[in-house]
């Protein structure tokens, strides 16, 4: 999709995404858009115990985002590449897992009413990744807070990326998979990425960096 100017690389936690948008927008000379998880009083908390924080935590994400992304619709902004590490609806992935069934309700409402002020991407990179490996890469390279994350809840995030993608997504997307790929010191799997980028023809697609592995979709 060469004519696309806002792409969004999107994926489960410790997947390589805020990495992997920050090359993508040095290789497109444009500006990358990244979230602000810093500022989100309560995801320390939502790590310790999702079921009592999880409806604020969500909340916090969905507010902050929507700021970030209606800064977006200027049209100085869409001269150039615009590469995020995160989609709107992103919260809504995590909320299915998180949230109890009257919160989920409440957070789904919130998010409709938010939504239509948002731009929507021109292509999803979605990255994939096995748990076992996901769990490696959070225990090497995340934040204190999120290592020793519990499998099983990591599993429900995978399955629930998957299900929104294969079924609720609203724009193009490619899936590529990350297991044996680490595109920041692969060149040649960055520049294979490029392309998929660049000849997407629209829908869903895939691009597996190393053949006859297999996506995890």
Known sequence: MKSARYLVVEGPVGVGKTNLARKLATRFEGRAILEETGENPFLKLFYSNRKKYGFQ????????????????????????????????????????????????????RLMDQLEPGVPSPDLVVYLQASTG???????????????????????????????????????????????????????????????????HPGGIQGYNPLPNRGLLI
């Open 57 to 108: 935590a969500q909340v916090s994400f969905l507010l902050a985002r929507y700021i970030q992304q209606t800064r977006l619709v200027h049209p100085d902004l869409f001269a150039r590449y615009l590469i995020s590490d995160f989609l709107f609806g992103r919260g809504m992935i995590f909320a299915r897992i998180s949230l109890e069934p009257e919160d989920l309700i409440l957070y789904r």
């Open 133 to 199: 490996v996901l769990l490696d890469r959070i225990n090497r390279f995340g934040r204190d807070f999120e290592r020793d994350m519990d499998r099983t809840w990591l599993e429900e995030l995978v399955d629930s990326y998957n299900s929104w993608f294969l079924r609720d997504r609203q724009y193009p997307v490619l899936v590529v998979n990350t297991d044996f790929v680490d595109f920041l010191s692969d060149e040649n799997s960055f520049k294979g990425l490029i392309g998929a980028i660049e000849t």
